[in-house]
């Protein structure tokens, strides 16, 4: 596992596996440091910055969702 300071533009393109321990952790200085990120990242998204961003996790059909919820 590795350990870096966080950088938004690494961050936005990590990808991420649930079922998976992550191999790479991002730190964070401070709950105002992470605001301040936040307050970036929504920036970038009104400034269309975020618009090739690399892809999240497969969409999950409602179908499947729900018969995962009924079961729970």
Known sequence: ???????????????AEIDHYQPLLFIVDSFD?????VDRLE???REG????????????AEKDLRSFMDAA
Not at 1 to 15: A, T
Not at 49 to 60: D, H, M, S, T
Request: glycine residues 8%.
């Open 49 to 60: 910055k975020l618009n090739n961003v690399a892809p999240g996790l497969p969409e999950i």
């Open 33 to 37: 440091h992470l605001f301040g990120l």
């Open 43 to 45: 920036r970038w998204m």
């Open 1 to 15: 596992m590795q350990r870096y300071p966080v950088q938004l533009e690494w961050l936005i393109n990590q990808g």
